[in-house]
Protein backbone atom coordinates (compact mmCIF):
# COMPACT_ATOMS: atom_id res chain seq x y z
CA UNK A 1 0.00 0.00 0.00
CA UNK A 2 1.20 3.62 -0.58
CA UNK A 3 0.85 6.64 0.59
CA UNK A 4 1.95 10.13 -0.53
CA UNK A 5 2.70 12.56 2.08
CA UNK A 6 2.73 16.39 1.24
CA UNK A 7 4.17 18.95 3.50
CA UNK A 8 6.48 22.11 3.45
CA UNK A 9 8.04 21.20 6.41
CA UNK A 10 11.07 18.49 6.91
CA UNK A 11 10.01 18.19 10.62
CA UNK A 12 6.65 17.32 9.74
CA UNK A 13 7.43 14.80 7.10
CA UNK A 14 10.35 12.72 8.51
CA UNK A 15 8.04 11.98 11.46
CA UNK A 16 5.47 11.45 9.31
CA UNK A 17 7.39 8.94 6.71
CA UNK A 18 8.84 6.92 9.84
CA UNK A 19 6.37 6.14 11.17
CA UNK A 20 3.89 5.00 8.12
CA UNK A 21 7.32 3.42 7.32
CA UNK A 22 7.16 1.35 10.29
CA UNK A 23 3.72 -0.10 9.76
CA UNK A 24 4.77 -1.62 6.48
CA UNK A 25 3.54 1.51 4.26
CA UNK A 26 5.58 2.56 0.84
CA UNK A 27 5.76 6.20 1.14
CA UNK A 28 7.12 8.87 -0.61
CA UNK A 29 7.18 12.33 0.21
CA UNK A 30 7.03 15.77 -1.33
CA UNK A 31 7.84 19.24 0.81
CA UNK A 32 5.57 21.29 -1.89
CA UNK A 33 2.69 20.97 -3.50
CA UNK A 34 3.80 20.94 -6.97
CA UNK A 35 6.00 18.34 -6.48
CA UNK A 36 3.27 16.62 -4.58
CA UNK A 37 0.98 16.78 -7.97
CA UNK A 38 4.43 15.41 -10.02
CA UNK A 39 4.26 12.46 -7.74
CA UNK A 40 1.37 11.61 -7.75
CA UNK A 41 0.65 10.99 -11.33
CA UNK A 42 3.80 9.04 -10.85
CA UNK A 43 3.47 7.21 -7.60
CA UNK A 44 -0.26 6.16 -8.23
CA UNK A 45 -0.80 5.97 -4.35
CA UNK A 46 -3.57 4.70 -2.28
CA UNK A 47 -4.17 7.57 -0.64
CA UNK A 48 -2.42 11.28 -0.22
CA UNK A 49 -1.95 12.91 3.20
CA UNK A 50 -1.86 16.46 2.11
CA UNK A 51 -1.48 20.06 4.43
CA UNK A 52 -3.32 22.97 3.60
CA UNK A 53 -0.82 26.22 3.94
CA UNK A 54 2.53 25.51 1.37
CA UNK A 55 4.69 28.10 -0.12
CA UNK A 56 3.84 27.61 -3.59
CA UNK A 57 0.67 26.34 -3.88
CA UNK A 58 -2.62 25.64 -1.68
CA UNK A 59 -3.20 22.12 -0.53
CA UNK A 60 -6.52 22.62 -1.48
CA UNK A 61 -5.38 23.32 -5.55
CA UNK A 62 -3.72 19.78 -5.00
CA UNK A 63 -6.75 17.94 -3.42
CA UNK A 64 -8.66 19.77 -7.14
CA UNK A 65 -5.63 18.39 -9.13
CA UNK A 66 -6.22 15.10 -7.41
CA UNK A 67 -10.25 14.78 -8.01
CA UNK A 68 -10.54 15.77 -11.49
CA UNK A 69 -7.59 12.86 -12.34
CA UNK A 70 -8.12 9.88 -13.97
CA UNK A 71 -7.83 8.26 -10.28
CA UNK A 72 -9.95 11.03 -8.65
CA UNK A 73 -11.07 7.92 -6.10
CA UNK A 74 -7.94 8.07 -4.52
CA UNK A 75 -8.64 8.44 -1.23
CA UNK A 76 -7.17 12.22 0.52
CA UNK A 77 -7.20 13.20 3.93
CA UNK A 78 -5.67 16.85 5.18
CA UNK A 79 -3.80 17.49 8.30
CA UNK A 80 -3.31 21.28 8.89
CA UNK A 81 -2.99 23.42 11.66
CA UNK A 82 -5.54 25.98 9.76
CA UNK A 83 -8.48 25.29 11.50
CA UNK A 84 -10.60 28.11 9.66
CA UNK A 85 -14.37 26.43 8.98
CA UNK A 86 -14.66 28.10 5.38
CA UNK A 87 -11.47 25.89 4.49
CA UNK A 88 -12.06 23.16 6.24
CA UNK A 89 -15.64 22.81 4.25
CA UNK A 90 -13.87 23.72 0.95
CA UNK A 91 -12.50 21.07 0.99
CA UNK A 92 -15.03 18.84 2.31
CA UNK A 93 -16.83 20.31 -1.01
CA UNK A 94 -13.69 19.06 -3.26
CA UNK A 95 -13.80 15.51 -2.03
CA UNK A 96 -11.52 15.11 1.00
CA UNK A 97 -12.29 11.97 2.80
CA UNK A 98 -11.00 12.89 6.41
CA UNK A 99 -9.85 16.41 8.02
CA UNK A 100 -7.48 16.32 10.87
CA UNK A 101 -6.23 19.55 12.99
CA UNK A 102 -2.93 19.84 14.33
CA UNK A 103 -1.72 19.18 16.90
CA UNK A 104 -2.79 15.77 16.52
CA UNK A 105 -0.54 12.24 17.85
CA UNK A 106 0.72 9.49 15.19
CA UNK A 107 -1.19 6.96 16.60
CA UNK A 108 -4.29 9.30 15.77
CA UNK A 109 -3.19 9.73 12.11
CA UNK A 110 -2.50 6.29 11.97
CA UNK A 111 -5.92 4.84 12.63
CA UNK A 112 -7.72 7.53 10.22
CA UNK A 113 -5.07 6.08 7.43
CA UNK A 114 -6.09 2.46 8.38
CA UNK A 115 -9.81 3.22 8.40
CA UNK A 116 -9.72 4.54 4.81
CA UNK A 117 -7.11 2.21 2.93
CA UNK A 118 -6.87 -0.70 6.04
CA UNK A 119 -3.72 -2.17 7.28
CA UNK A 120 -0.57 -3.31 4.89
CA UNK A 121 -0.69 -7.23 3.82
CA UNK A 122 1.93 -7.50 6.06
CA UNK A 123 1.82 -5.32 8.96
CA UNK A 124 5.60 -4.25 10.47
CA UNK A 125 5.93 -5.09 14.30
CA UNK A 126 7.89 -1.68 15.43
CA UNK A 127 9.23 -1.17 18.83
CA UNK A 128 8.41 2.17 18.22
CA UNK A 129 5.02 3.27 18.72
CA UNK A 130 3.21 6.62 18.13
CA UNK A 131 1.69 6.81 21.43
CA UNK A 132 1.98 10.27 22.89
CA UNK A 133 4.43 11.59 19.73
CA UNK A 134 2.27 14.72 18.37
CA UNK A 135 2.54 16.29 15.42
CA UNK A 136 2.72 20.47 16.24
CA UNK A 137 0.76 23.04 14.34
CA UNK A 138 3.45 25.07 14.49
CA UNK A 139 7.08 23.94 13.15
CA UNK A 140 9.46 25.52 16.54
CA UNK A 141 13.12 26.23 16.63
CA UNK A 142 14.55 26.55 20.46
CA UNK A 143 17.81 27.24 20.95
CA UNK A 144 19.68 26.60 24.65
CA UNK A 145 22.90 27.67 25.32
CA UNK A 146 25.42 25.47 27.32
CA UNK A 147 28.62 26.20 28.88
CA UNK A 148 29.95 23.19 31.09
CA UNK A 149 26.52 22.23 31.54
CA UNK A 150 28.06 18.45 32.09
CA UNK A 151 26.78 17.93 34.98
CA UNK A 152 23.56 19.73 34.83
CA UNK A 153 22.02 18.67 31.75
CA UNK A 154 18.65 17.37 32.11
CA UNK A 155 19.66 14.67 29.11
CA UNK A 156 15.97 12.42 29.71
CA UNK A 157 13.50 15.97 29.83
CA UNK A 158 15.20 16.99 26.28
CA UNK A 159 15.18 13.30 24.67
CA UNK A 160 11.48 12.88 26.07
CA UNK A 161 10.27 16.47 25.04
CA UNK A 162 12.26 16.08 21.35
CA UNK A 163 10.59 12.50 21.01
CA UNK A 164 7.36 13.30 21.89
CA UNK A 165 6.72 16.81 20.32
CA UNK A 166 7.26 16.31 16.60
CA UNK A 167 7.65 20.18 14.83
CA UNK A 168 10.09 21.06 17.22
CA UNK A 169 13.93 21.78 16.99
CA UNK A 170 16.07 21.74 19.96
CA UNK A 171 19.31 23.31 18.88
CA UNK A 172 22.10 22.91 21.27
CA UNK A 173 24.81 25.73 21.60
CA UNK A 174 28.26 24.77 23.09
CA UNK A 175 29.64 28.17 24.10
CA UNK A 176 33.36 26.90 23.90
CA UNK A 177 32.77 24.71 26.68
CA UNK A 178 35.89 23.38 28.53
CA UNK A 179 34.65 19.90 30.18
CA UNK A 180 32.58 17.43 28.55
CA UNK A 181 29.37 19.29 27.46
CA UNK A 182 30.00 18.57 23.99
CA UNK A 183 30.42 15.19 24.62
CA UNK A 184 27.15 14.73 26.43
CA UNK A 185 25.32 16.71 23.70
CA UNK A 186 26.70 14.09 21.19
CA UNK A 187 25.04 11.87 23.31
CA UNK A 188 21.93 13.69 23.60
CA UNK A 189 21.54 14.00 20.25
CA UNK A 190 21.46 10.02 19.59
CA UNK A 191 19.22 8.82 17.79
CA UNK A 192 17.12 12.24 17.79
CA UNK A 193 18.69 13.95 14.87
CA UNK A 194 15.87 14.71 12.82
CA UNK A 195 15.10 17.33 15.36
CA UNK A 196 18.49 17.90 17.78
CA UNK A 197 21.04 19.41 16.45
CA UNK A 198 24.57 21.06 17.92
CA UNK A 199 25.82 24.45 17.25
CA UNK A 200 29.32 24.25 18.28
CA UNK A 201 31.67 27.24 19.08
CA UNK A 202 35.24 27.05 19.73
CA UNK A 203 35.97 29.67 22.19
CA UNK A 204 33.64 31.02 24.83
CA UNK A 205 31.48 34.30 23.61
CA UNK A 206 29.18 34.56 26.49
CA UNK A 207 25.52 33.68 26.97
CA UNK A 208 24.34 36.49 24.43
CA UNK A 209 26.58 35.95 21.75
CA UNK A 210 25.74 31.95 21.99
CA UNK A 211 22.28 32.77 21.77
CA UNK A 212 22.93 35.61 18.81
CA UNK A 213 24.64 33.13 16.84
CA UNK A 214 22.24 29.80 17.45
CA UNK A 215 19.21 32.45 16.53
CA UNK A 216 20.70 33.63 13.35
CA UNK A 217 21.65 30.03 12.84
CA UNK A 218 18.42 28.41 13.06
CA UNK A 219 16.74 31.37 10.85
CA UNK A 220 18.41 29.64 7.98
CA UNK A 221 15.63 26.97 8.37
CA UNK A 222 13.13 28.17 6.37
CA UNK A 223 10.54 25.81 7.42
CA UNK A 224 10.07 27.21 10.87
CA UNK A 225 7.35 29.37 12.09
CA UNK A 226 8.67 30.39 15.20
CA UNK A 227 12.12 30.37 17.04
CA UNK A 228 13.39 30.72 20.71
CA UNK A 229 15.45 30.06 23.37
CA UNK A 230 15.32 28.66 26.42
CA UNK A 231 17.83 27.87 29.28
CA UNK A 232 19.60 24.66 29.70
CA UNK A 233 19.43 23.94 33.06
CA UNK A 234 15.38 24.30 32.40
CA UNK A 235 14.27 26.71 35.34
CA UNK A 236 11.76 27.21 32.86
CA UNK A 237 10.30 23.66 31.43
CA UNK A 238 8.92 22.51 27.93
CA UNK A 239 5.17 22.96 29.41
CA UNK A 240 5.47 26.62 29.79
CA UNK A 241 7.32 27.37 26.78
CA UNK A 242 4.43 25.46 24.79
CA UNK A 243 2.07 27.79 26.20
CA UNK A 244 4.55 30.84 25.20
CA UNK A 245 4.50 29.85 21.59
CA UNK A 246 0.42 28.92 21.19
CA UNK A 247 0.24 32.67 22.80
CA UNK A 248 2.61 33.95 19.89
CA UNK A 249 0.15 31.70 17.54
CA UNK A 250 -3.20 33.22 18.92
CA UNK A 251 -2.26 36.78 18.31
CA UNK A 252 -0.13 39.55 16.45
CA UNK A 253 2.96 39.46 18.54
CA UNK A 254 5.96 39.52 17.79
CA UNK A 255 7.81 38.49 20.91
CA UNK A 256 6.30 36.15 23.78
CA UNK A 257 8.09 36.49 26.79
CA UNK A 258 8.15 34.51 29.54
CA UNK A 259 7.79 36.39 33.27
CA UNK A 260 8.58 34.84 36.73
CA UNK A 261 5.97 36.84 37.99
CA UNK A 262 4.40 35.81 41.68
CA UNK A 263 1.24 34.88 41.90
CA UNK A 264 -1.52 32.55 43.22
CA UNK A 265 -1.31 29.57 42.08
CA UNK A 266 2.46 29.58 39.94
CA UNK A 267 5.35 27.82 42.12
CA UNK A 268 7.72 30.52 41.27
CA UNK A 269 11.40 30.27 42.94
CA UNK A 270 13.96 32.51 43.56
CA UNK A 271 16.20 32.74 46.43
CA UNK A 272 15.13 35.43 48.65
CA UNK A 273 18.67 37.80 48.03
CA UNK A 274 18.43 37.44 44.65
CA UNK A 275 15.00 38.65 44.81
CA UNK A 276 15.65 41.99 46.01
CA UNK A 277 18.32 42.40 43.92
CA UNK A 278 16.42 41.31 41.03
CA UNK A 279 13.38 43.72 42.05
CA UNK A 280 16.28 46.56 42.03
CA UNK A 281 17.81 45.86 38.74
CA UNK A 282 14.19 45.33 36.99
CA UNK A 283 13.73 48.91 38.19
CA UNK A 284 16.82 50.10 36.39
CA UNK A 285 15.58 48.29 33.42
CA UNK A 286 12.22 49.83 33.08
CA UNK A 287 13.66 53.32 33.33
CA UNK A 288 15.92 52.65 30.52
CA UNK A 289 13.86 50.92 28.38
CA UNK A 290 10.68 53.15 28.97
CA UNK A 291 8.28 50.41 28.98
CA UNK A 292 6.53 48.48 31.17
CA UNK A 293 8.12 45.18 31.54
CA UNK A 294 8.22 43.08 34.92
CA UNK A 295 10.95 40.86 33.40
CA UNK A 296 13.00 41.22 30.84
CA UNK A 297 15.81 38.70 32.28
CA UNK A 298 13.90 35.71 32.22
CA UNK A 299 15.48 33.21 29.84
CA UNK A 300 12.46 31.63 27.67
CA UNK A 301 11.18 33.57 25.02
CA UNK A 302 9.92 33.02 21.56
CA UNK A 303 9.09 35.30 18.42
CA UNK A 304 8.32 35.57 15.09
CA UNK A 305 11.04 34.30 12.12
CA UNK A 306 10.36 37.55 11.09
CA UNK A 307 12.27 39.67 13.85
CA UNK A 308 15.41 37.78 14.28
CA UNK A 309 17.87 39.20 11.90
CA UNK A 310 16.39 42.67 13.51
CA UNK A 311 17.21 41.28 17.09
CA UNK A 312 20.59 39.13 16.16
CA UNK A 313 21.86 40.38 13.08
CA UNK A 314 24.47 42.65 15.20
CA UNK A 315 26.39 42.16 18.17
CA UNK A 316 25.07 42.65 21.70
CA UNK A 317 27.22 45.39 23.90
CA UNK A 318 27.05 42.81 26.82
CA UNK A 319 27.10 39.04 27.97
CA UNK A 320 23.70 38.99 30.20
CA UNK A 321 21.67 41.64 29.52
CA UNK A 322 20.83 41.10 25.70
CA UNK A 323 17.17 40.74 26.43
CA UNK A 324 17.22 44.70 26.97
CA UNK A 325 19.12 45.20 23.94
CA UNK A 326 16.63 42.96 22.31
CA UNK A 327 13.65 44.76 23.81
CA UNK A 328 15.25 48.88 22.55
CA UNK A 329 16.28 47.41 19.38
CA UNK A 330 12.18 46.99 18.67
CA UNK A 331 11.71 49.92 20.34
CA UNK A 332 13.70 51.75 18.53
CA UNK A 333 12.82 50.06 15.14
CA UNK A 334 9.05 50.07 15.24
CA UNK A 335 8.27 52.69 18.28
CA UNK A 336 7.41 52.71 21.87
CA UNK A 337 3.90 52.79 21.33
CA UNK A 338 3.93 50.07 18.59
CA UNK A 339 6.65 47.50 19.65
CA UNK A 340 4.50 47.87 23.22
CA UNK A 341 1.55 45.81 21.36
CA UNK A 342 4.34 43.59 19.75
CA UNK A 343 5.72 42.53 22.65
CA UNK A 344 3.86 40.25 25.31
CA UNK A 345 4.94 39.35 28.57
CA UNK A 346 3.10 36.43 29.45
CA UNK A 347 3.59 34.85 33.31
CA UNK A 348 4.96 31.74 33.94
CA UNK A 349 3.32 28.79 35.63
CA UNK A 350 6.72 27.37 36.92
CA UNK A 351 10.09 28.71 37.56
CA UNK A 352 12.17 27.13 39.71
CA UNK A 353 16.16 28.50 40.13
CA UNK A 354 18.63 25.79 39.61
CA UNK A 355 21.34 25.30 41.64
CA UNK A 356 24.62 26.14 40.24
CA UNK A 357 23.56 29.04 38.12
CA UNK A 358 26.15 30.70 36.32
CA UNK A 359 25.37 34.54 37.19
CA UNK A 360 26.87 34.72 41.06
CA UNK A 361 25.73 37.56 43.75
CA UNK A 362 28.43 39.55 42.44
CA UNK A 363 27.56 39.32 38.74
CA UNK A 364 24.76 40.79 40.00
CA UNK A 365 26.68 44.05 41.10
CA UNK A 366 28.53 44.44 38.06
CA UNK A 367 24.85 44.53 35.98
CA UNK A 368 24.21 47.94 37.27
CA UNK A 369 27.65 48.68 35.21
CA UNK A 370 26.41 47.17 32.31
CA UNK A 371 22.94 48.80 32.03
CA UNK A 372 24.57 52.15 32.84
CA UNK A 373 26.92 51.23 29.41
CA UNK A 374 23.66 50.29 27.77
CA UNK A 375 21.94 53.58 28.10
CA UNK A 376 24.61 55.45 26.99
CA UNK A 377 25.23 53.24 23.92
CA UNK A 378 21.30 53.15 22.79
CA UNK A 379 20.94 56.60 24.00
Known amino acids: MKIL ?26 DSGLKGIDLFDSFEPDL ?14 VVRHIKNSDRGNTPVLVMSGNTEEAIIMDGFTLGIDDYMKKPVSLSEMSARIKRLIGAPVVEQKSEVTGSGRMLQKNCVGVVIPCYNEEERLLGTEF ?6 NLGYHLCFVNDGSTDN ?8 RK ?43 LSTDFRDFDDLVETLDKSNFKIVSGSRMSRMGADITKESARKVISMTINLIIR ?24 LFNKS ?3 KWLFDVEMFIRMRKHYGKTEAKKLICEQPL ?31
Open 48 to 61: VLVDINMPDISGLE
Open 5 to 30: TIDDQQLILLSVEKRLTELGYDVLTA
Open 181 to 188: TLKVLEEL
Open 191 to 233: GNESNISIYDCEKNGGKAEAVRLGMLHMAKDTQLDYIGFLDAD
Open 287 to 310: TILRMPFNDTQCGAKVMDRSVVPL
Open 159 to 164: KDFAHS
Open 316 to 318: FIT
Open 349 to 379: KRWIHADGSKLSMKDSVKIVGQLAKIAIVYR
